[in-house]
């Protein structure tokens, strides 16, 4: 059981441009901020319950453009509250996961992938790694997955290709270099994601690819939804568009960047209930919809970008 005195709050600069937070303005502002002297509160609105808005507020960086917490957990702290807390916001059906992952292998492919060692950093189950290897010249997997029960279903993606799995970056091989590189839903989770794209590029030979897909802030739905937006939450300490992500690979490394808006396939049934639980609306008119997939812009952005030779 987390107790109080485990975790800690701490002051941040802007994590892209390492602008004072002085620069940076008051953007989004939550129903209520998380305070210590409140942990249940802490532990639902981590796990994604939606009744109340609670997250740190967000500001805009006036330098880099960035959306970030000036305020958030330490490392510590973040790795206990992953370990102790399930997390119920995804869930949608593994076939449709599966069409999406699918989407982004090609896009990788599209980008130019090489023959190579492919590293992943939170690949969950590892769906789009499977889907990569399905669709090219994989020579070596190396995974860096936090969650040590995903780790079985990672070593089995492959009865050929040689698996390697961390459970931090940092514990990677000093002599493993990649040709590829991807990251779905990662940096907008990490407490510092220039340093964690720096430290991957120092695993990536010249001219390698590597694909990102973050939540996008400057999309539609996040303006049509504003603080009730799903990614305003407590796992996100900051949040990217196709903006100030570009900012960040182009000061981490990374050249040739191409950021687009990303499709993902999802149950209209899953869609309807996402949006019931953000918007309060009934959920039983859910069981009235067709059973179809659709390919919807849910406000995710997906780069591609090249290490610079
Ligand atoms: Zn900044």
Redesign the pocket.
Known sequence: MIEKSDLKIIDRV??????SSD??QTAVTAHAEPTLDNLQNIFDKWEGFHSKTCYFTYFR??????L?NNKYFDDDSINLLYSAIADNTSGAPLETHDQTQKEYARILVKAGLQEGALIEIGPDLGLVAKAITDSSKVTELFFVEKNILSHTSLQNISKVIPTEIVTDLELLEQDVMGTAAVLVHVLDHVLLPKATLELLHSHLKSDAKILIVVHNEGSFLRKFMRGLWPPFRLQHPHLFSPK?LK?LLENSGYTNISVKKSVNYMPLRHAYLLAAQSLGLPKNLAKLLPKVNLPLKLGNIVATAQVVG
């Open positions: 802007c994590p892209v441009c390492g602008s620069k940076a960086c006036t330098n880099c453009g960035v970030y100030s900012f």
